[in-house]
């Protein structure tokens, strides 16, 4: 039987992939990916990363996930020490008075079990009944995020493991992220993470930026749905993993309607292209929000758009080939994301309740290279 480690070592070969590729597409670390080739699982924390770095890995060489998880599992068994001892030993023969005997204290301990719980009974003064028995605490989930985004409904004590996050070339960090639902308080609900408790509602998102440096592994949360000031229904909750935008801060010119305005903008790169290509935009608002947005340099789509948006309201600009000014009430009672050239990449304008004023654009670098940006107007 073919093993895993050598299924894994002879696809990646085989496709041309290199451990530095891997990496950089799936956020699997080098070390993890020659770990489970090398079929050497010592160098997991746990049974759970094992399992989901095995699921990572194989669906990024498009292998059958479900038959690496079994070859794991095969593994395991072999790994298992024969219980020599145990199968050596006789069995202990108990008599048929003994087994006899046994089976009716069994019969009658049962029959008397179901008749005080349908009857009730008393002890001390106080009825014991079916109903009253209280069932058994329910134990947190540990739910895995992979990828970059995870949405689930979590109850009080479930966590969240980001798996694997972002990796700096700097020491000191573990390799995964903990998140866990503490309590659902009146309107709000608040998770604990790495870097403090935050709080979101139904209409706004809260970011947390792990390693404090506005620019790598940041992460947005968004309360989907949940029953205020009831902790016991639980949170549907979205989790969705970005690379901050509004970074940069740098002095830019903005080519508005033929004239020049020339001032103090925040800016960055969503992605790169040796040509530009028409890129949508896409808004998902979480709370009322006035939107206004005006494509650019596109004579067929001339003007200015308004509308005031509520939650679970949608918002689709397609097929812009130049640019896009949009102006928000609100800049976190919306989740934006960029769609072009193949890639969906989550956009961050703002904070809680700041207008702001903001440009997408193509624009061309002195090394001919087109950047679409993001760069934040002075209002």
């Known amino acids: 039987m073919e093993s895993l480690g050598n299924k894994l070592r002879e696809t990646r070969e085989g496709k041309g992939i290199s451990f530095d590729q891997v990496g950089l597409d799936t956020k699997l670390a080098a070390r993890y990916l020659q770990a489970l080739e090398k079929e050497d699982f010592s160098k997991f924390p746990g049974e759970t990363y094992i399992t989901g770095s095995i699921k990572s890995y194989g669906a990024y060489l498009e292998l059958d996930v479900n038959e690496l998880l079994a070859m794991y599992h095969a593994l395991k068994i072999q790994e298992q020490p024969i219980p020599v001892d145990q199968l050596l030993r006789r069995p202990f023969a108990l008599p048929k008075v003994a087994i006899v005997a046994g089976i009716v ?34 134990l947190p989930a540990e739910h895995i995020m992979s990828g970059d985004s995870f949405e689930h409904r979590f109850f009080q004590g479930d966590s969240l493991l980001l798996f694997p996050p972002l990796e700096l070339p700097s020491e000191g960090y573990d390799w995964y992220y903990r998140l866990e639902l503490l309590d659902v308080a009146g309107n709000e609900v608040i998770i604990g993470t790495p870097r403090g408790p935050i709080a979101v509602d139904l209409s706004r998102h809260a970011s947390v930026d792990f390693y404090a440096d506005g620019v790598f592994d940041r992460l947005r949360v968004t309360a989907i749905d949940f029953a205020r000031n009831n902790p016991s229904m639980g949170a549907h909750l979205r989790f969705e993993r970005y690379t901050a935008m509004s970074v940069v801060l740098e002095m830019h010119t903005v080519a508005a309607g033929g004239a020049s305005v020339t001032g103090q903008s925040q800016s960055a790169v ?48 397609p097929n812009m ?14 989740r934006f994301q960029v769609i072009g050239g193949g890639r969906v990449v989550p956009v961050e304008i703002g904070g809680p309740g700041e207008v702001v004023v903001a440009d997408i654009r193509w624009v061309l670098g002195a090394d001919n290279i087109f950047r679409l940006t993001l760069a934040r107007l002075e209002t």
């Open 270 to 317: 969503i992605f790169s292209s040796p040509n530009p290509h028409p890129f949508t935009l896409q808004a998902d608002f979480t709370g009322g929000n006035m939107f206004r947005w005006e494509v650019l340099f596109e004579a067929a789509r001339p003007g200015r758009n308004e509308r005031f948006f509520q939650r679970l309201d949608e918002l689709t600009i």
């Open 105 to 138: 204290i069994v019969v009658f301990g049962v029959a008397a079990a179901v008749f005080f719980l349908a009857r009730g009974f008393t002890i001390g003064g106080r009825v014991a009944a079916a109903e009253g028995i209280a069932q058994a605490p329910r």
């Open 321 to 334: 080939h130049n640019g896009v000014r949009i102006w928000t009430s609100n800049a976190q009672s919306a």
